[in-house]
């Protein structure tokens, strides 16, 4: 017993004394830009757009002091993938674990990177993350370490997709009666830069109507070309921070390995093309096999909606070949948008690596969420279980802790919905109630959500819905079409060795059964990634372990009844 106790603590000092801590100065405001080669405002992130990347490795502290300079806007930056374990209060979701920060002030956030993976961070206030508040949080292994995947070198894309309406006039949109939809976006974005009129693969008519690009020194839409040697093996990071659309990578004349998802390695598999939805990340191992005096198209097109915007291409230049040559074949074609099975057959390619940690057999308690369209007043709504939420104005972090009655409704939201509800078809009785209310669990108890799709408010159109899940990964355990069946369709999940993954897909008239453990004391939200959706109500919470949360900073609750709670305790 004592010399396992000094291997432990001989460990742990070794650990601590390798991390360091990262940190930055950042400072939001709008600038006038050119993602896809049409004039816009973005947000940046100290004059970056998109912001810059957290280079970091696992164990390493981060401390951003993030300055509002937005003049009318308030502002928070979620870090997504990071656990937050120790931390809630910095996982920045506005109105769920801290108040927006007001245009002139500036907030700190503080956490610890607890393992190596590929996440990102935007912003989760308003629709920000629509305009173009993101980057790259890239945690290598931890100092010491040794990374089980062997690469000669290393590449990252931030896919994102891009609107010429400006964002305040989008969220108007969604919340006018009746509702004026936001679109499809104009251009798909691979590290901020997209083209809007023009094309990269104008010189073959089957492809594109559009006229070949041509960019000066300096031109902000100018694709970032990956230059790579021949016969080497590497590994390129693949984020997506889309508001809306579903994508699909492909690099022409090139197998993709995958290997990491969501911060979580994976049994490996090789596939041509590889599909992401908003929320995700993967890490793909590519070797450069191909006729080295050639370069090739990286393409990225819409899936999962009837695409109305062009493909993103960039370049992979074998260095052996001239940068500016374009390729001698069409770029791939992306795979048809509604080919909903073939989705399906990817994401069930996905097993966790081994060595992972398999999931609990059984669930303690269970959540089946009906995810519909519905009205309130003649106001288009997203609800789950008959309720479209609406954050309060004082934080549900600061009304846990500080035990604030009047914070929220305390009512739980319904654990499950009538089953004789029909999901085929448009909803029979569409209106629906905003609440506020949240599931409340006991500390490291396993918890099962089946999300649950359904018909949308007219016609016979089911969407899809990427579901994420802050402070914690879950066992993505199944899926299933049609009506998930309780007491006969927990007999097709796999408990032998699901994916651990912070976001999950919701398929078109399906279900999706996800397993987790209450083991990060906090509030947390669970909300669909797709912008306008949570825009409009398509979202939950969870608390866990409330008599365990920590001490929070004072600035992160400075707003509604917390405010003056605060200000009163600081008299006495």
Avoid at 41 to 60: H, K, L
Avoid at 201 to 225: H, I, R, V, Y
Avoid at 422 to 433: G, L, R, S, V
Wanted: glycine fraction near 8%; proline fraction near 7%; charge should be positive.
């Amino acid at each position: 017993m004592g010399v396992w106790w000094i291997v432990v603590v001989v460990a742990i000092l070794a650990h601590t004394a390798s991390a360091a801590v990262r940190e930055y100065d950042w400072e939001v405001e709008y600038k006038y830009w050119w993602p896809d080669c049409k004039e816009g405002a973005v947000m940046t992130v100290n004059g970056q757009f998109p912001g810059p990347t957290i280079q970091a490795v696992a164990g390493d502290t981060i401390v951003v002091h993030l300055t509002n300079k937005l003049i009318t806007e308030g502002l928070v930056i979620h870090w997504h993938g990071i656990r937050q374990l120790g931390s809630p209060w910095a996982d920045g979701a506005a109105g769920v674990t801290q108040c927006a920060i007001n245009p002139g002030e500036t907030f700190t956030y503080n956490f610890t990177l607890e393992k190596p993976g590929t996440h990102f961070y935007h912003g989760h206030y308003g629709m920000q993350r629509s305009a173009g508040l993101y980057g790259s949080l890239i945690v290598d292994v931890a100092k010491g370490q040794k990374e089980r995947l062997r690469y000669d070198g290393e590449f990252n894309l931030l896919l994102s997709d891009w609107w010429h309406e400006p964002i305040p006039s989008q969220e108007l949109g969604l919340s006018s009666k009746p509702m004026r939809w936001i679109g499809e976006a104009q251009s798909i974005l691979i590290n901020g830069r997209g083209q809007f009129n023009c094309s990269l693969a104008a010189q073959f008519s089957n492809s594109t109507s559009l006229p070949m690009c041509t960019f000066k020194e300096g031109d902000q839409c100018a694709p970032q070309k990956l230059h790579v040697e021949p016969n080497k093996t590497y590994r390129i990071r693949l984020s997506s921070t889309t508001a809306l659309a579903s994508l699909n990578l492909a690099v022409q004349g090139h197998k993709l390995v995958v290997v990491e998802a969501d911060g979580n390695y994976v049994t490996p598999f090789t596939t041509d093309d590889i599909d992401i939805y908003s929320g995700e990340s993967y890490s793909v191992l590519l070797t450069t096999d191909q006729d080295p005096s050639q370069n090739y198209y990286i393409s990225v097109g819409v899936r999962g909606r009837k695409p109305n915007t062009t493909q993103a291409l960039t370049i992979l230049n074998y260095v052996t070949a001239p940068a500016s040559k374009l390729p001698s074949s069409p770029p791939p074609v992306t795979p048809r948008w509604d080919d909903f099975e073939r989705s399906k057959n990817f994401s069930k390619k996905i097993f966790s690596a081994m060595g992972s940690p398999p999931p609990p057999k059984k669930y303690r308690k269970r959540l089946i969420l009906l995810n519909t369209q519905n009205l309130i007043d003649g106001y288009t709504k997203w609800a789950i279980n008959n309720v479209s939420l609406m954050t309060p104005a004082t934080p549900y972090l600061g009304s846990v802790k500080y035990n604030l009655k009047l914070g929220f409704n305390r009512k739980s939201p319904p654990k499950s919905y009538r089953f004789d509800y029909d999901i085929m078809n448009p909803p029979p009785f569409p209106n629906t109630t905003t609440g506020n209310g949240i599931y409340v669990f006991p500390f490291n108890v396993t918890v099962d959500v089946i999300l649950q799709n359904s018909n949308v408010l007219k016609g016979v159109v089911s969407e899809i819905h990427p579901w994420h899940l802050h402070g914690h990964d879950f066992w993505v355990l199944g899926y299933g079409d049609g009506k998930f069946k309780p007491g006969v369709d927990e007999k097709s999940y796999n408990l032998k060795n699901p994916p651990l993954r912070n976001t999950a897909i919701l398929y078109p008239y399906g279900w999706t059964a996800l397993r987790f453990v209450t083991d990060n004391p906090g509030v947390w939200f669970f909300h669909c990634h797709i912008e306008p959706h949570l825009h409009m109500g398509m979202g939950v919470v969870f608390a866990e372990g409330l008599n365990r949360i920590g001490k929070i900073p004072d600035e992160a609750l400075g707003c509604g009844l917390t405010k003056k709670f605060l200000m009163n305790r600081h008299r006495r």
